[in-house]
């Protein structure tokens, strides 16, 4: 038995098998499982530090491939392998890959949210990059042209698996964006895990986030997650949904441009009343109700005037005829005898003193002129600047005037009991109306009632 044991531990062997059990518990000094074929099952053995330098979890299922040697316990005759290394076998392998990119890529910040990019909500140019052969195409066709004819179809037919795909579908991003997409549609039907290894592609990856437009992916397998779908702006389960998300539906698009009008509409309501509440103000204010307030001081100043100078200028001229009396009375009682003389002289100089008190109250009349002149100039200067205004604002209200609009054509219809008619809705035949125009009113008679559709223009 010892020379058997001997004999057996010696050997290094290679092997595959599925994980059936695992035992890993903590403070364990190693991790114990079984592997087994379609034949037979083997315990195994392995030290926790190679396990754990090795970078692999087991679990059940999971195909791998051990390197290590059979040890014999010979006293119970119980035979175990004792493990080197261990690695995932197959497809096994391929997902340990994936997982080490993805955590690579991560790192680098690529996967993260904020990043990605919103889409666009109405396209103009779709990019489409899939093969030209299979379901997925004619889905993706068929869900644009469905939902959002009006945009253009940027397609890139390139190989979605095998060798040399993942650099086909590097090129074909790259052919869109520069032909002009706006958003970019990458997307394939579903396949093995083996399959969609390209979308798996680290320069893929780089690509799709270098990319100048958002990137949408749609790769039909649902349980798995590719590297791509990780890195892209928006994934979407499958190749139609990718789709509906870069495309919104037509009914959206009325219903949002119905939207916009009600709006616009009662945006502009608003703005009409604003104006109207200003004009009130405006024309409500003291300078408008009542203009000549602004000159009532003025006004005031000059009657004030006008009277001091009445009262002044007879003064002055009493007063000096008075003292040229008394120079006359004088010189006639000093000299008797030359008084004959002297006398034309007196009566010449009292004319020029008369000439100098009439010219002297000509000069204050043309200075009362003067001031009166510069203060109707001074209050025009004042008014000028609201006369245009005025004038801006009486127009507008008077464009707001339902008289107004009767003017440029419209008529306004009432019914027998005065109220407006705006609707055919309570309006019967036989019933009579009054039709007001722009120069009367017409009495008339309702000989039929007709009413008039209308209805938002849709695409398809």
Not at 303 to 325: M, N, Q, T, V
Not at 333 to 356: D, E, I
Request: hydrophobic share 45%; net charge neutral; charged share 25%.
């Amino acid at each position: 038995m010892g020379l058997a044991k001997n004999a057996l531990e010696e050997v290094v062997v290679r092997l595959v098998g599925e994980v059936s059990e695992v035992n890993d518990k903590p403070g364990y000094k190693a991790v114990y499982f079984t592997v087994k074929d379609e034949k037979a099952s083997l315990p195994c053995m392995m030290w926790m530090n190679r396990y754990q330098a090795s970078g692999v979890a087991l679990s059940v299922g999971a195909l791998v491939e051990l390197t290590g040697r059979f040890s014999l316990y010979a006293a119970k005759g119980r035979m175990n392998f004792d493990v080197f290394s261990v690695s995932l076998a197959g497809e096994g392998q391929l997902r340990l890959q994936v997982a080490n990119l993805a955590r690579e890529l991560e790192a680098m910040g690529l996967m993260d949210p904020a990043r990605k990019r919103p889409l666009p909500a109405y396209p103009e140019a779709i990019g489409l990059v899939t093969s030209p052969r299979g379901a997925a195409v004619h889905d993706v066709l068929r869900t644009l042209r469905r939902r959002y004819p009006l945009a253009r179809i940027l397609f890139a037919g390139v190989p979605v698996e095998g060798p040399g795909a993942a650099d086909g579908l590097v090129d074909g991003l790259a052919k869109v964006v520069f032909a002009g997409a706006e958003v970019v549609l990458l997307v394939r039907g579903g396949g093995s895990f083996e399959d969609l290894m390209p979308f798996n592609d680290r320069r893929l990856a780089r690509t799709i986030a270098a990319c100048p437009v958002p990137v949408v992916t749609g790769i039909g397998h649902e349980p798995d997650t590719s590297i791509a779908d990780m890195v892209a702006d928006v994934r979407a389960s499958t190749p139609t949904a990718a789709a509906e998300a870069v495309a919104p539906a037509q009914g959206e698009i009325a219903a949002r441009i119905q939207g916009l009008g009600a709006a616009m509409g009662h945006a502009e309501s608003r703005r009409l009343d604003a104006l109207s509440i200003k004009m009130e103000r405006v024309a409500s204010l003291p300078l408008f109700r009542e203009p000549t307030r602004l000159f009532d001081g003025e006004a005031l100043a000059l009657d004030d005037l006008s009277d001091r100078l009445g009262r002044a200028l007879p003064e002055a001229l009493r007063e000096d005829r008075h003292r040229l009396g008394l120079i006359g009375e004088a010189l006639g009682r000093m000299l008797p005898g030359l008084l004959s003389a002297p006398r034309g002289a007196v009566g010449a100089a009292a004319g020029r003193l008369g000439y100098l008190g009439e010219h002297f109250g000509e000069r204050s009349r043309q200075q009362l002129d003067g001031a009166r002149g510069r203060l109707m100039r001074a209050g025009a200067a004042m008014t000028d600047p609201y006369r245009a205004s005025v004038a801006v604002s009486a127009a507008r209200l008077h464009d707001l005037s339902p008289l107004a609009i009767i003017g440029r054509g419209y008529a306004m219809a009432k019914g027998e009991d005065g109220r407006v008619v705006s609707s055919v809705d309570g309006v019967a035949a036989g019933e009579r109306l009054v039709v007001t125009l722009s120069d009367g009113e017409l009495d008339c008679t309702v000989n039929d009632v007709r009413r008039i559709h209308s209805a938002v223009e849709a695409w398809g």
